[in-house]
């Protein structure tokens, strides 16, 4: 097979078709930029797991003058009862799972509270006596805060035992939610680009139907006739996965650890993130494309 002959034909095709390819590097680089952006999301949702369950705390709040929850119809925790819920924690049943607890009292929880609602109409109006006073709980193994819950939720005193990781539960879950969203969004957008691919491949092939005859008849085999119109594919999805994952590396770079980076105190992704994700965006939209254009032009072919 001469490389050359078919290059060239590859290279005619393109430039005849030149609008039809334009679109065809438009979609494969929009579908592949919310596949790279769902996979970020993905990595960056394993990171923040990582990240805060081993740092979730089980908390234990204490009842206060002002709680309504059935375990506190004598008003605010006692001293005894204070120490009766500390013992529990330093007992040899607990003391295998905790690491280690601390105790936060009313004037504490107020410092906290002020300094984390600062400027906000809340900060003016609680006061230290409304804020529960609570034990702080971290555990050896976080997944194991189900024993901590269930040993200390019935004691006098108590309000209620929360583990924080139910909350970040909440939080993963609308991430997830978002990240398969981008995910059902992309494949969609790439069924559309390789229905696009096979009908330009389709249409290139029939403005040229007068050549593919003269080839057939001078004994060209299919897979000559054929390699021009796949690379032609090939070299449309190459250039919108490239811009996919420039797209990938500029939303890392510019908006993930150029803006949110510096407006939250997360663990982000980051350039070695998105590097890894930028040559699967490559292989995914050449294979795509050419799995796309070889498929089109043998069913031509075959007319």
């Known amino acids: 097979m001469r490389f050359g002959l078919v290059l060239s034909e590859a290279a005619n095709g393109l430039r005849r078709n030149a609008s039809m390819v ?12 919310f596949v790279g952006t769902a996979a970020l999301l993905q990595l960056q949702i394993a990171q923040m797991k990582n990240y805060w369950y081993d740092r979730a705390q089980v908390a234990v709040y204490l009842c206060t003058s002002v709680s309504t929850a059935a375990g506190c119809t004598d008003g605010e925790a006692t001293e005894e009862q204070k120490a009766a819920v500390e013992a529990q924690l330093d007992s040899d049943t607990l003391a295998p799972f905790i690491d280690e607890f601390y105790f936060e009292d009313h004037e504490q929880a107020y410092a906290n509270f002020q300094e984390q609602f600062e400027g906000t ?46 909350y970040l ?22 069924v559309a680009a390789a229905l696009l691919i096979a009908t330009t491949i389709r249409l290139s092939a029939f403005s040229r139907r007068r050549e593919l005859g003269i080839m057939r008849l001078v004994g060209a085999s299919n897979r000559f006739i054929q390699t021009p119109f796949v690379l032609e594919g090939v070299f449309a999805g190459l250039i919108g996965s490239l811009l996919a994952g420039a797209a990938v ?15 939250l105190s997360f663990t982000f992704v980051d350039l070695t993130d998105a590097l890894i994700v930028v040559p699967v965006l490559v292989a995914v939209g050449v294979l795509l494309a050419a799995i796309s254009a070889g498929i089109a032009i043998g069913r031509y072919l075959k007319v």
Not at 22 to 33: A, E, K, Q, R
Not at 123 to 134: G, I, K, M, Q, S
Not at 148 to 163: F, K, P, R, W, Y
């Open 22 to 33: 334009v679109s065809v590097v438009l979609v494969t680089f929009i579908s592949l930029t």
């Open 121 to 166: 109409p809340a900060a003016d109006y609680v006061t230290p006596e409304v804020l529960n006073e609570t034990f702080w709980v971290n555990l050896v193994e976080p997944s194991q805060a189900a024993v901590i819950v269930e040993s200390l939720a019935g004691l006098a005193g108590v309000e209620q035992v929360v583990d924080q990781r139910r």
């Open 169 to 190: 539960d909440q939080i993963f879950d609308v991430l997830n939610a978002a990240s398969y969203t981008a995910i059902a969004i992309a494949a969609i957008m790439l």
């Open 249 to 263: 590396i500029a939303i890392v770079q510019f908006f993930v650890q150029g803006y949110l980076a510096e407006s």
